[in-house]
T-cell receptor
Framework: AQSVTQLGSHVSVSEGALVLLRCNYS??????LFWYVQYPNQGLQLLLK??????LVKGINGFEAEFKKSETSFHLTKPSAHMSDAAEYFC???????????????FGQGTILTVHP | DGGITQSPKYLFRKEGQNVTLSCEQN?????MYWYRQDPGQGLRLIYY???????QKGDIAEGYSVSREKKESFPLTVTSAQKNPTAFYLC??????????FGPGTRLTVT
């Protein structure tokens, strides 16, 4: 069975500060990992994905994440927060072989990011 | 533009009534999914379908039903047997080699 733990249900930063959202996973097979963002009352939008290529993954809106197998982590970072980054962020894991099957995703509980002026 | 449409955006029903949520995609994806979202619990998989006329239960299928008669459409019915139906419902679709794409969601309130 696979699982995802997001440390911190709420994170608050000042505009211009570093954003760090933590995600740890558990998977019995090599994982495929995703970060999604959700704005209020909207669907989810993919930020970035790790599919066993480079361990440092760059996504949209200046976000990036690093896959660390030894720590079973996939933390999301952004060097400088913007007011428009305020949203809820979800980490997800899929244990199906990328590219050959359909991914059933297991999601973390989500982290709400607040950005203060 | 390709995408996923969910309608309506907000839905209100009385307890004891069945209600059907619509999900349509024009991305030509084979697989479609339904998730339920509750505050602080992330997304939980209700049902998924990888091909027309076939679907499988997810983690929380009790009290829900689906059909997949067309590739583009995957409606979800919330039955009166679902004990806590009030939630935000999200539909998604995918094809091998891609991530899941999500619709805008339907917020269902049952009183």
């Amino acid at each position: 069975a696979q699982s995802v733990t997001q440390l911190g249900s709420h994170v608050s930063v000042s505009e211009g500060a570093l954003v760090l959202l933590r995600c740890n996973y558990s998977s019995s097979v090599p994982p495929y990992l995703f970060w999604y963002v959700q704005y209020p009352n909207q669907g989810l939008q993919l930020l970035l994905k790790y599919t066993s290529a480079a361990t440092l993954v760059k996504g949209i809106n200046g976000f990036e994440a690093e896959f660390k197998k030894s720590e079973t982590s996939f933390h999301l970072t952004k060097p400088s927060a913007h007011m428009s980054d305020a949203a809820e962020y979800f980490c997800a894991v899929s244990d199906l072989k990328w590219g050959t099957s359909y991914g059933k995703l297991t999601f973390g509980q989500g982290t709400i990011l607040t950005v203060h002026p | 533009d390709g995408g996923i449409t969910q309608s309506p955006k907000y839905l209100f029903r009385k307890e004891g009534q069945n209600v059907t949520l619509s999900c349509e995609q024009n991305l030509n994806h084979d697989a479609m999914y339904w998730y339920r979202q509750d505050p602080g619990q992330g997304l939980r998989l209700i049902y998924y379908s990888q091909i027309v006329n076939d679907f499988q239960k997810g983690d929380i299928a009790e009290g829900y039903s689906v059909s997949r008669e067309k590739k583009e459409s995957f409606p979800l019915t919330v039955t009166s047997a679902q004990k806590n139906p009030t939630a935000f419902y999200l539909c998604a679709s995918s094809t091998p080699g891609t991530e899941q794409y999500f619709g805008p969601g339907t917020r269902l309130t049952v009183t």
